[in-house]
């Protein structure tokens, strides 16, 4: 699987953005899907997180609330709709997809795709 994430960019604090991971050579609709973001210095972190087949989603507490993420099977992509960006939220964001989270504990990822800058202006 091949995932590219888009849609990252430098915005204001309390503006809203939307990610975009887009999958080709397999089907995403076997795989949970996540996103995980990296600021400067700071480890990967997860940020959400939905599953295949019921849509069951997680979040990080730091966006629960203001990040949603969906997926749609038919166009093989997920998305990270993110509202009320706080500069705390400056990050480069990756998808990934994962063959064995079922929506609770460690979302372990199979594949990783390339990230999208976001940064947030306060």
């Known amino acids: 699987v091949q995932l590219q994430a888009s849609g990252g960019g430098l915005v204001q604090a309390g503006d809203s953005l939307r990610l975009s991971c887009a999958a080709s050579?397999?089907?995403?609709?076997?795989?949970?899907m996540g996103w995980f973001r990296q600021a400067p210095g700071k480890e990967r972190e997860f940020v959400a997180g939905?599953?295949?087949?019921?849509?069951?989603?997680a979040y990080a507490d730091s966006v629960k609330g203001r990040f949603t993420i969906s997926r749609d099977n038919a166009k093989n992509t997920v998305y990270l709709q993110m509202n009320s960006l706080k500069s705390e939220d400056t990050a480069v964001y990756y998808c990934a997809a994962s063959a064995s989270w079922y929506g609770r504990g460690y979302f372990r990822p199979d594949y990783w795709g390339r990230g999208t800058l976001v940064t947030v202006s306060s």
């Open positions: 939905i599953t295949s087949g019921l849509s069951f989603t």
């Open positions: 050579g397999r089907a995403l609709s076997t795989y949970a």
